[in-house]
């Protein structure tokens, strides 16, 4: 099973200059074949995202603009991460409970995601998550 030591930030490649930053996502970034990708905005600062762990899905977290903290937990250990850096992507395998929350003002959170939406593959139960993975 995995556990949070799974969980990783990964560097995205970037170039700049003095036009500005172009970071690049190649196969090479990710540990999966991206499905989906979609992301939060408009974000109250006092509002709490994600809630919940997957069977199938492994994602890539990545602070576009803006930073918030991911919050996550194998069921044993925990930690909390802040993303604020748009070349910096934290991947999360599947069993492993997350949370997203402080949000700044403005900030934008993508999510690549390793398979399409399907409802049937979210643990949103925190007691059904720690059966899952105990
Ligand atoms: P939810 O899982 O609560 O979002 P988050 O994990 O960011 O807190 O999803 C919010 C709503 O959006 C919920 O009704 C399911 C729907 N949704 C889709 O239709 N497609 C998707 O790809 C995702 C991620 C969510």
Same mark, same amino acid.
């Given at each position: 099973?995995?556990?949070?030591e799974?969980?990783?930030?990964?560097?995205i490649?970037?170039?700049?200059?003095?036009?500005?930053?172009l970071?690049?996502?190649?196969?090479?970034?990710?540990?999966?074949?991206i499905?989906?990708?979609?992301?939060?905005?408009?974000?109250?600062?006092?509002?709490?995202?994600?809630?919940?762990?997957?069977?199938?899905?492994?994602?890539?977290i990545i602070? &576009?603009?803006g930073s918030?903290?991911?919050?996550?937990?194998?069921?044993n250990?925990?930690?909390?991460?802040?993303?604020?850096?748009p070349?910096?992507? &934290?991947?999360?395998?599947?069993h492993?409970?997350?949370?997203?929350?402080?949000?700044?003002?403005?900030a934008?959170?993508?999510?690549?995601?390793?398979?399409?939406?399907?409802?049937?593959?979210?643990?949103?139960?925190?007691?059904?998550?720690? &059966?899952?993975?105990?």
């Amino acid at each position: 099973m995995n556990t949070i030591e799974h969980v990783k930030l990964k560097e995205i490649p970037k170039v700049h200059d003095e036009r500005g930053s172009l970071a690049v996502i190649e196969k090479e970034v990710i540990p999966f074949s991206i499905k989906r990708v979609y992301y939060l905005y408009d974000v109250p600062s006092d509002s709490f995202r994600g809630g919940h762990a997957h069977k199938e899905q492994q994602s890539v977290i990545i602070a &576009l603009s803006g930073s918030f903290d991911v919050f996550v937990d194998d069921g044993n250990s925990k930690k909390r991460i802040m993303l604020n850096k748009p070349n910096q992507g &934290l991947y999360i395998p599947t069993h492993i409970w997350r949370e997203i929350d402080n949000f700044s003002s403005g900030a934008v959170c993508l999510v690549l995601a390793s398979t399409t939406y399907d409802e049937s593959e979210y643990i949103r139960d925190y007691k059904d998550f720690l &059966l899952a993975v105990r």
